[in-house]
């Protein structure tokens, strides 16, 4: 069952200090996610596809005329590229966050978006093992208030509401969860593309198992985030990543610009 529960937030909890710029969010210790990982992959197996290589990826990234770097070891790699002059951005390499098994995707365009709004989007696996395990982390110590110590992830899920609104489809509604501070960012950053990224990577070629991995992107400090579980380490699991974090930039571009600056009287 999904707990109900808001926490305040600690009055002097910085939202991203010491913190890698991935979503801002913090890594706690590694006995704290046993539960949450194995919520997460109950099965403990793993697919028995070959992984794509390093070499591959080059070649796929230079036919989609894309940036790579990549690293000596297998699964390690920088993709990137501009969009409308915008530096973005998608690591592959070994997971960040305790709850991701294995590899993962992880993703930042650096949109200069309005900074105000803050927006979450993340799988119903995820949301429920996250809200599952930062209850138990606050009960099992007796706290009352949600601080820096925990991921920025896990803060928001305590500081903010599920979003929705008619235009959501129900099978989004189904697969994911929008939490935000307020509607409106929501509202106009989830537009179409994006809802349509997501449910392709969900309902498409192994979205099975994609469905049930971690995949959460946010908005936060005028950038967009993407971590996602790098479950096949296949090509079109890439392919996805890039079309999502790409879509997700586009809107929040278009859709949510940064307030201007307010003109004087005297103003040109």
Known sequence: MEPSYRFAVAANAPNNAHTRDYGGAL???????????????????????????????????????????????????????????????????????????????????????????????LNRPLQEALEGNAYNAITDTLQTTVDASLPEEMRWLAMYEEVTWPELPTSFRRHFAVVAERIEPAQRWIHAPVVSQLLNIVEGEGGAARAESPLLLMLARGKVYLRMEHTRRSLPEIAQATQLLLAAAQGALQNLPPPQLSRGPDSA
């Open 27 to 121: 890594c706690s210790e590694p006995a704290m996610f046993d539960r949450l990982r194995k919520a997460l992959h109950p099965s403990g197996g793993s697919s028995a596809a070959k992984p794509v290589s390093n070499q591959e990826v080059a070649r796929w990234a230079a036919a989609q005329q894309l940036a790579i770097v990549v690293q000596a070891t297998e699964g390690h790699f920088d993709l990137g590229g501009e969009l409308s002059g915008h530096a973005w951005r998608l690591e592959s390499g070994t997971a960040t966050r305790d709850y991701v098994r294995g590899f993962e995707l992880r993703g930042r365009a650096d949109m200069g978006a309005d900074p105000d709004a803050a927006v979450m989007v």
